[in-house]
T-cell receptor, first 111, second 112 residues
């Protein structure tokens, strides 16, 4: 079955770049998602990438996919205090309705 | 355009009771999924409804059941509540064939 792993914590200084990493196990064509969850709130979809892509950029967000190592990263440029939240990586095989989420990375942005 | 809404926001129940959680999907979305998020964990998929039929289920016992209505709103029912059912329950909707899911704010269920 699928398994998604993330480091639990990341601390960065305001204005620096943040890089949040994720590894997944499914080898078939798959969708890979990044979500943001602020305290007491639901999940906000940030971006997603299909496994036939290497990179996707959307304003301050850059997603990089290394298919060989099954490694996904989310880079946030010019990190702000409002970016402090938990970031979830999720994988959904193309033929399945069922996504698998990681445990989330808590991003702390300090002045 | 109205986003995904859930009710109630918070709920406290005792072990053995039954609970019903509600979700209104985003306008134009006919697919609803339910997730359980325990403290410190990622969301776990419970099941998905498409046009009033369940079309995918995660590793949850039958006491977790659901419904989807003609207007695509949905209910999650949990019978015989256990202490471990305490969690944030999230609903997400997506359009026909959509790859993206849009989440509601969740219902925090506490079982005592």
């Amino acid at each position: 079955g699928e398994d998604v792993e993330q480091s639990l914590f990341l601390s960065v200084r305001e204005g620096d770049s943040s890089v949040i990493n994720c590894t997944y196990t499914d080898s078939s064509s798959t969708y890979l998602y990044w979500y943001k969850q602020e305290p007491g709130a639901g999940l906000q979809l940030l971006t997603y990438i299909f496994s036939n892509m290497d990179m996707k950029q959307d304003q301050r967000l850059t997603v990089l996919l290394n298919k060989k190592d099954k490694h996904l990263s989310l880079r946030i440029a010019d990190t702000q205090t409002g970016d402090s939240a938990i970031y979830f990586c999720a994988e959904r095989p193309g033929g399945s309705y069922i996504p698998t989420f990681g445990r989330g990375t808590s991003l702390i942005v300090h002045p | 355009e109205t986003g995904v809404t859930q009710s109630p926001t918070h709920l406290i129940k005792t072990r053995g009771q039954q609970v019903t959680l509600r979700c209104s999907s985003q306008s134009g979305h006919n697919t609803v999924s339910w997730y359980q998020q325990a403290l410190g964990q990622g969301p776990q998929f419970i099941f998905q409804y498409y046009r009033e039929e369940e079309n995918g289920r995660g590793n949850f016992p039958p006491r977790f059941s659901g419904l989807q209505f003609p207007n695509y709103s949905s209910e999650l029912n949990v019978n015989a509540l256990e202490l471990d059912d305490s969690a944030l329950y999230l609903c997400a909707s997506s359009p026909e064939g959509g790859r993206e899911q849009y989440f509601g704010p969740g219902t925090r269920l506490t079982v005592l």
